[in-house]
């Protein structure tokens, strides 16, 4: 099933457009859309979220509780997981180290690790190294349920060892936590995401959202 609402953007006069279809008369002038030309042809919005199964070889996050287009607050708790080769989903929760779960994980934000920027694409020898590191370090008995503590030893956890364990280019994992973490690697894509989510649910209620050229 495919998550993505369609936010479309369109420009006839001032400003840009928003709304989940082309209407065919002009928000802000009036005009009639099926006969004027539109200063910019419609496109649809990115939609910034992915099921983890598409995203091989990441960290995947989601809402603890909720999805992130409906439930999400800038407060909600975010639970992690770390994608193998296959996109399966290694979580480690009140339940322990599992992954059974991935076809939960259908709306995430996937955050790139080892991908090439620049090509999109994922080094073999790399893609191999982080398959190996990930499950040694599932086969360990410390991510037991009866270790697990929501405040101090949690999802964050897992995916710290992991990360110092892989070691991969670009990214000091020595000095590590789950402060920087967040700050370095989850934050730029929440707050990008963000502004998605408040774009949504502005139409909700108000179906065509404008906004001016200067914002």
């Given amino acids: 099933m495919n998550l993505d609402p369609g936010i479309i953007c369109y420009q006839h006069c001032e400003g840009r457009l928003f709304g989940f279809s082309l209407p065919s008369t002009c928000y802000v002038c009036d005009a009639d859309l099926t006969t004027e030309p539109l200063n910019t042809p419609p496109f649809r919005v990115p939609y910034p979220f992915v099921r983890a199964s598409q995203a091989p070889c990441t960290l995947v996050i989601k809402p603890s509780r909720g999805d992130f287009l409906h439930d999400y607050r800038s407060s909600s708790d975010l639970h992690i997981g770390v994608t193998d080769s296959e996109g399966c989903v290694l979580e480690y929760d009140s339940e322990g180290l599992h992954s ?13 690790i080892i991908t090439d920027a620049t ?58 936590t789950k402060t920087s973490l967040c700050a370095q690697l989850l934050v730029p894509h929440t707050s990008a995401a963000a502004r998605y989510i408040s774009l949504y649910r502005r139409l909700l209620t108000e179906k065509v959202v404008a906004v001016n050229k200067s914002s």
Wanted: glycine share 2%; with cysteine.
């Fill in 100 to 112: 059974d779960y991935t076809s939960a994980w259908t709306q995430t934000l996937s955050v790139p």
């Fill in 119 to 176: 090509t999109n694409t994922v080094d073999p020898v790399w893609q191999e190294y982080w398959d190996f590191t990930l499950h040694t370090l599932a086969r360990e008995s410390t991510w037991s349920m009866e270790r697990y503590s929501a405040s101090s030893f949690n999802c964050y956890s897992f995916v710290l060892e992991f990360l110092q364990a892989l070691g991969p280019p670009g990214l000091n994992v020595k000095n590590l």
